[in-house]
């Protein structure tokens, strides 16, 4: 059941009181800078309880967006819980610690570290161990997820990914990920938290058994390879669309992806600011 009717005559000074609120103390209410200054103008950072979805095909950068994304919370002094469904907790560490310590990941799975290495993963270490986050693999579903919002209360829940995630036994798989998405919907209203979905796509573009993870988000990025001159994909490349937003219009740029240390690069983003050009923007953050 949703709230009972209210009269005007009492929703509108509570709005007024709010907006008071709100520019007394700005800090409280702004969004969460997304770590592109591109995303920041067009929306104005992550909304406190928004549900975002990072659709994409897989092995296209689903999870490299997102641990970009929780790198930046960090050096913002924002807390995320990562519920990982695919990746497993020592998986995701050594995604952080590569680049944290601008170490190539190969030399974690090689055991290949040489001395001057093993001091920046140091470095990395002491860092890394004073970020207000937790990482979690294995949630069975979401009222489990929902459980660890409650107790750790963290600003920012990652899901990776919403279609490995168990529903009402004897549910469709269509129906499990209508139900899951709906349910993170309702986590995101309920605790104020941002949740930020990553969502598989088939072959077509659409997302895997459930359009409906799209009609439930705040906003939509799409990561979709960026193609050469001869129409082939680049593997160090990928452009990320702003598919749906509620709180803007659409938008896309091109980011590099540095897969060595399994993250976006956040400092040079491509812009295209028509059709016939694409322009550089940096970013300094």
Same mark, same amino acid.
């Given at each position: 059941m949703?709230?009972?009717?209210?009269?005007?005559?009492?929703?509108?000074?509570?709005?007024?009181?709010?907006?008071?609120?709100?520019?007394?103390?700005? =800090?409280k209410y702004r969004g969460y800078s997304t770590g592109f200054s591109y995303l920041d103008s067009l929306f104005g950072g992550w909304g406190h309880n928004w549900n975002v979805v990072i659709a994409a095909k897989s092995g296209k950068g689903k999870t490299t967006l997102l641990c970009t994304e929780v790198i930046n919370f960090s050096l913002n002094s924002v807390s995320w819980l990562w519920c990982g469904l695919e990746e497993?907790?020592?998986?995701?560490?050594?995604?952080?610690?590569?680049?944290?310590?601008?170490?190539?990941?190969?030399?974690?799975?090689?055991?290949?570290?040489?001395?001057?290495e093993w001091d920046k993963v140091g470095t990395a270490c002491d860092t890394i161990s004073n970020w207000n986050a937790w990482v979690q693999y294995g949630a069975t579903d979401v009222a489990e997820i929902d459980t660890y919002v409650k107790e750790l209360k963290p600003q920012i829940v990652i899901v &990776?990914?919403?279609?490995?995630?168990?529903?009402?036994p004897g549910h469709t798989m269509t129906q499990t990920v209508s139900e899951s998405g709906k349910q993170l919907v309702r986590i995101s209203k309920t605790h104020n938290v941002?949740?930020?979905?990553?969502?598989? =796509?088939?072959?077509?573009?659409?997302?895997?058994?459930?359009? &409906?993870?799209?009609?439930?988000?705040? @906003? @939509?990025?799409?990561? =979709?390879?960026?193609?050469?001159s001869y129409q082939k994909p680049t593997p160090d490349r990928r452009k990320?669309? @702003?598919?749906?937003?509620?709180?803007?219009?659409?938008?896309?740029?091109?980011?590099e992806l540095?897969? &060595?240390?399994?993250?976006?690069?956040? &400092?040079?983003?491509?812009v295209k600011k028509d059709i016939n050009q694409l322009a550089t923007e940096f970013e300094h953050n």
């Open positions: 949703g709230n009972k009717p209210q009269s005007l005559s009492v929703l509108a000074p509570e709005f007024f009181n709010l907006q008071v609120e709100r520019h007394t103390h700005p =800090e497993e907790e020592m998986e995701i560490l050594e995604r952080l610690y590569a680049a944290e310590a601008k170490v190539p990941r190969k030399f974690f799975r090689d055991i290949g570290l040489t001395d001057t &990776d990914y919403v279609q490995l995630l168990n529903g009402t941002c949740t930020m979905i990553a969502a598989q =796509e088939n072959e077509l573009g659409n997302v895997l058994w459930s359009q &409906d993870i799209y009609r439930g988000a705040g @906003v @939509v990025l799409r990561i =979709e390879d960026v193609l050469d990320i669309a @702003v598919s749906k937003s509620k709180y803007s219009g659409p938008g896309e740029f091109e980011a540095n897969g &060595d240390m399994g993250v976006f690069s956040r &400092d040079k983003i491509y």
